[in-house]
């Protein structure tokens, strides 16, 4: 089992306006695991965000919220990773990830921007993309000129609720995901996902 992490990270865009699009899908599983493990957040103004601290059998972690819109995540993520000097590979970022239908969620460490605007602002400024994620399914609007206004608007009721079981099984495992089992915890929910996927398949006719 690897290190446990240090700073749990949800992205998306501040204000009201911006709370129930599909861009927060971040903001939205921090926020559970805020609401189950810590008191609350506050405000650290000098990382421009809100930070919470929390404790999930165990494992301290902080938790964080940038206040800066997506596409300027870096700057909020480089400042608090360098204000308590966390390294890049004991950071965990959960974001929204089109190339995922609504209730899929896979776990990463590593890679590439994936074309996703906050990753790519975090990369250069983390200097480098060796923190891990956790990808949060919340479909594609099959062309990429939609993309934008897709993951600004807010997915229809039955799309949440699949978004929103997905962040709770991921939830349900957050104290080994944060003490480090990544690959345990990505095998045991793609093989969720699979099962999932073969129990709605209708029968072959005979």
């Known amino acids: 089992m690897s290190a446990s992490y240090q700073l749990l990270i949800g992205l998306g865009n501040p204000g009201a306006r911006y709370e129930a699009t599909r861009h927060n899908a971040g903001v939205w599983l921090l926020d559970q695991v805020a609401r189950r493990h810590a008191s609350g957040f506050r405000s650290l103004a000098r990382c421009f ?17 940038p206040d800066t819109f997506m596409n300027h995540s870096g700057r909020a993520v480089a400042a608090v990773a360098g204000f308590y000097k966390v390294p890049v590979e004991r950071i965990l970022i959960a974001h929204d990830e089109i190339d995922l239908p609504p209730g899929a969620v896979r776990l990463k460490r590593g890679g590439g921007h994936g074309g996703h605007n906050g990753l790519r602002d975090v990369v250069p400024q983390l200097g480098g993309a ?23 608007d807010s997915p229809p009721a039955t799309e ?40 709605s398949r209708p029968a072959r006719e005979q």
């Open 49 to 65: 965000g809100a930070i919470a601290d929390a404790d999930i059998e165990g494992v301290r972690i902080r938790l964080f919220r």
């Open 130 to 152: 060796g923190f891990s994620r956790i990808r949060i399914g919340v479909g594609h609007p099959g062309h990429r000129d939609r993309v934008i206004g897709h993951v600004l």
């Open 160 to 199: 949440r609720s699949e978004i929103d079981d997905a962040i709770d099984r991921v939830v349900g495992d957050i104290a080994r995901i944060a003490g480090g089992d990544l690959e345990g915890v990505m095998n045991a929910l793609h093989r969720r996902d699979r099962g999932s996927h073969e129990a």
